[in-house]
Nanobody, 127 residues
């Protein structure tokens, strides 16, 4: 069983940077594929990024590619999302999630195969 807690959200201006953290419990954290999702008001939950067990593979949605970087430190049981060049369209509640298998990269976009979810952290970007 894995418990996830996000932190690092806040209110920033367009063009600013922000680093989100997701702290995980459990001795087998390194065996999980980790992902970040976000949900804006009135919209469905959207995939943002994912990272493999060892951190060697990453996958991003097109709208954040080149601006966001996902990373993990298995020794600290933590996954990060470094966000740069933020704009108001990035405003959302950001969720950390964990799943057992990578599978097909396109399949990482769906929420169904993620077994554990954090409670989310709010990111608000003003213009």
């Amino acid at each position: 069983q894995v418990q996830l807690v996000e932190s690092g959200g806040g209110l920033v201006q367009a063009g600013d940077s922000l680093r989100l953290s997701c702290a995980a419990s459990g001795r087998t954290f390194s065996n999980y594929v980790m992902g970040w999702f976000r949900q804006a008001p009135g919209k469905e939950r959207e995939f943002v990024a994912a990272i493999s067990w060892g951190g060697t593979s990453t996958y991003y949605t097109d709208s954040v590619k080149g601006r966001f970087t996902i990373s993990r430190d298995n020794a600290k049981n933590t996954v990060y999302l470094q966000m740069t060049s933020l704009n108001p369209e990035d405003t959302a509640v950001y969720y950390c999630a964990a799943r057992r298998d990578w599978g097909k990269s396109e399949g990482l976009r769906g929420t169904g195969r993620y077994d554990y979810w954090g409670q989310g952290t709010q990111v608000t970007v003003s213009s």
